[in-house]
């Protein structure tokens, strides 16, 4: 019934850009905005990494090394989402992508109650 649900991912060329959504529904998320909601991500053979989460408010904001100046997440909770727009993107940003909710800002899994079931991007060169 909780459910965490991405959209967006798809192919697209090496400098190119996609949107990630992420719809939050469920009996948990009935204060959509109480959660901070973070985005990972896991290429093939490596482990799960973070890439970047956005405070409840949506006045404080996190990113990687790796995706700092390229991604960019922001969320409406209005409609229970939360977006990650991703720019000039590479080939080594190749992996299935996640959402997840947590109570409290967090850079590892562990911090993160919720997940959905992940959406592939794959970068060509």
């Known amino acids: 019934q909780v459910q965490l649900v991405e959209s967006g991912g798809g192919l697209v060329q090496a400098g190119g850009s996609l949107r990630l959504s992420c719809a939050a529904s469920?009996?948990?998320?009935?204060?959509?905005?109480?959660?901070?909601m973070g985005w990972f991500r896991q290429a093939p053979g490596k482990e799960r990494e973070f890439v970047g989460a956005i405070s409840w408010s949506g006045g404080s904001t996190y990113y990687s090394d790796p995706v700092s100046g390229r991604f960019t997440t922001s969320r409406d909770n209005a409609k229970n989402t939360v977006y990650l727009q991703m720019n000039s993107l590479k080939p080594e940003d190749t992996a299935v992508y996640y959402c997840?909710?947590?109570?409290?800002?967090?850079?590892?899994?562990?911090?993160?109650?919720?997940w959905g079931q992940g959406t592939q991007v794959t970068v060509s060169s």
């Open positions: 997840a909710a947590a109570r409290t800002m967090g850079t590892t899994m562990t911090e993160y109650d919720y």
């Open positions: 469920g009996r948990t998320f009935s204060r959509f905005s109480r959660y901070v």
